[in-house]
């Protein structure tokens, strides 16, 4: 999974928002840098360019990724780590940063209260979330295709998990409840590319939770053939680009 969502989905979905949040991080000029949910090390790599003097630390809690990213950004110290149980001591940081993670959080209070407690006074909480599944053609067009292949029952990862934590009043409020200053609070769309709709029907099924689901329905080429079909009709043929949307905080400690 780590090799086939770095390759199909990470330049596709994701690096354009790191380049954005790197940006954002930079510009608060932090010395300490926890990232939590890191993954393959997308936006680890971003902020090791746009903050090259601050030291980043960079966690997840999936072991693969945790192997994977740091040989992919080997700048960075590298930790296997649980966002609701941080292994880290109060204060330690001047930013925590998290790109896409924080929708899997199984308690998300939970979580922004240990972002909060390893924050040193005045330390600052970033990160960004998905917008509702119609605000992003990539992740909806692979939904239709999930949906065409599978019409009783298909897949629901990508509009109950990604997609599930996409009304910023519920964001504010759980960051609010964690004891943070909400600062900012911003949408944000921003376009994909891809060589194809094809790549990307297949790094959602193989490079995402998606894969297990579509397995446990009987995996099998014809599944794969109707959703990159399914893509292909909603995104077209060849080079393909489309607008994805989601929304970034800021919150103070």
């Keep these: 999974m780590p090799a086939a969502y770095e390759r199909y989905l990470a330049p596709v979905v994701f690096r354009p928002f790191a380049e954005d949040l790197a940006a954002r991080a930079a510009a608060l000029r932090p010395r300490r840098v926890l990232e939590l949910a890191a ?3 997308v936006l680890t790599s971003e902020l090791l360019a746009a903050a090259p003097s601050a030291e980043v630390t960079a966690t997840d809690l999936n072991e693969a990724m945790v192997a994977f990213g740091s040989s992919r950004a080997p700048g960075a110290g590298w930790r296997q780590a649980d966002a609701q149980r941080l292994p880290f001591p109060e204060g330690g940081f ?5 790109q896409f993670g924080v929708m899997f959080f199984p308690d998300r209070v939970a ?5 909060r407690r390893v924050l ?3 330390g600052r909480f970033l990160f960004n979330t998905w917008g509702p599944l119609g605000t992003h053609a990539f992740d909806a ?4 295709g999930l949906e065409r292949a599978f019409p009783v029952d298909p ?5 109950t998990v990604p997609h599930g934590y996409a009304d910023p009043a519920v964001v504010a409020a759980e960051l609010a409840a964690a004891g943070f200053a909400v600062e900012e609070e911003q949408e944000l769309t921003l376009e994909g590319r891809a060589a194809s709709a094809s790549d990307v029907a297949i790094g959602f099924l193989t490079g995402t939770p998606v894969r297990a689901a579509v397995a446990e329905r009987g995996d099998g080429p ?4 109707t959703v990159i079909d399914e893509t292909t009709a909603r995104l077209g043929p060849g080079p393909v680009a489309a607008p994805m949307t989601a929304y970034v905080f800021r919150g103070a400690a």
């Design 120 to 122: 040193a006074p005045g």
């Design 111 to 115: 979580a922004y209260v240990e972002a």
């Design 141 to 144: 067009a692979v939904q239709a």
């Design 94 to 98: 001047d930013l925590v940063v998290c």
């Design 39 to 41: 993954g393959t090390g």
């Design 222 to 225: 014809a599944v794969r053939a």
């Design 155 to 159: 897949p629901r990862f990508l509009p």
